[in-house]
């Protein structure tokens, strides 16, 4: 029997992918409906949701506190990194927190599409119960023009610096996206928000090991 992981502000889930694809039979949770979730999936809040019944957890708190462009904005976005770890500490379960760079994760692991051979940057970090030992380093050199697939707009004529330096353009199609992202079921603004697959993947490997250490102690 396949372990089974609660994926908390899931999104369309693009993390669960990952897991599924690890291992896991996955579990989403959002305030906010998702119909292009691509498994079970529960309309709850994420803070006060019953996390029994599984064995792992993940969670991405809303990241816009956090975001290097939170100073363009004057909206009061909640910060909800410590309530959430404070949830998952205690819950006793192997559990990994993710968010963007700038986030206050606890030794996080910091991953990039072009580890895994990606048309996108798209940094994002993981705080982990076990982190690992090795992570795969960005091979920027290899993907010298990421596409960037924020937002929702089309192609620019100009190329233009992106936060993750070097530069960025907008994919041309609803596809060109998809393909860059290792994603094929989400909409466009979706893609704007998710994290590819391939990152939860080899976190989700990790995961795996300590569920199955634990259960074997």
Not at 26 to 40: A, K, L
Request: glycine share 10%.
């Amino acid at each position: 029997m396949r372990p089974r992981l609660l994926d908390l502000f899931c999104g369309a889930g693009g993390a669960a992918m990952g897991y599924h694809e690890a291992g896991f039979d996955v579990v989403g949770v959002d305030i906010e409906p998702q119909p292009n979730y691509p498994f079970e999936f529960l309309r709850a809040d994420a803070l006060t949701v019953s996390l029994d019944g599984f064995d792992a957890i993940h969670a991405s708190p809303p990241c816009q506190a956090y975001s290097s462009l939170s100073g363009l904005t004057t909206t009061d976005y909640p910060r909800l990194i410590e309530p959430v770890r404070g949830r998952l500490a205690t819950s006793g379960r192997p559990y990994v927190i993710e968010n963007v760079v700038g986030a206050p994760l606890r030794a996080p692991v910091r991953l990039c599409g072009s580890s895994f051979g990606l048309r996108v940057w798209r940094h994002r970090l993981f705080e982990m119960s076990s982190p690992p030992l090795f992570v795969p380093p960005c091979s920027h050199a290899e993907f010298p023009l990421p596409l960037d697939v924020t937002g929702t707009g089309g192609p620019s004529s100009r190329p233009r610096s992106a936060p993750g330096g070097g530069l960025s353009r907008k994919p041309a199609t609803l596809q060109e996206a998809r393909d860059a992202m290792g994603i094929d079921w989400m909409s466009r603004r979706e893609l704007a928000d998710a994290i590819p697959p391939a990152y939860t993947r080899f976190i989700g490997g990790y995961l795996l090991a300590e569920v199955q250490a634990g259960v074997a102690a």
